[in-house]
């Protein structure tokens, strides 16, 4: 399974940035996909995931009304849109598969099975 994130860079405060990670090697549409991210100094973080069918999302609480997770199982892609982004943004980002959802949820990075090279977003204030 390989996994390609791609969409980083550097924003102003309040900006907006779309992530995407196309994923290959195994049946997409089979597996819930999840979004973390790493801040120098900090530990890694679940920030968003979302199940097989798109149906069930869940957002870190820091997050949540700013980001949104979505998928195109035609396209074998998953995307994190990102609003009114803030410095405390800043972070390496990586997008993630795992097997369940319920797995993604309550195990974070332990629950996933593949992981893609990160992509650096940086919001300057």
């Known amino acids: 399974v390989q996994l390609q994130a791609s969409g980083g860079g550097l924003v102003q405060a309040g900006g907006s940035l779309r992530l995407s990670c196309a994923a290959s090697?195994?049946?997409?549409?089979?597996?819930?996909m999840g979004w973390f991210r790493q801040a120098p100094g900090k530990e890694r973080e679940l920030v968003t995931a979302i199940s097989w069918s798109g149906g069930s999302t869940y957002y870190a609480g820091s997050v949540k009304g700013r980001f949104t997770i979505s998928r195109d199982n035609a396209k074998n892609t998953v995307y994190l849109l990102m609003n009114s982004l803030k410095p405390e943004d800043t972070a390496v980002y990586y997008c993630?598969?795992?097997?369940?959802?319920?797995?993604?949820?309550?195990?974070?990075?332990?629950?996933?099975?593949?992981w893609g090279k990160g992509t650096q977003v940086t919001v300057s204030s």
């Open positions: 993630a598969e795992g097997n369940s959802f319920e797995g993604v949820v309550t195990l974070g990075g332990v629950g996933m099975d593949y």
């Open positions: 090697g195994r049946t997409f549409s089979s597996y819930a």
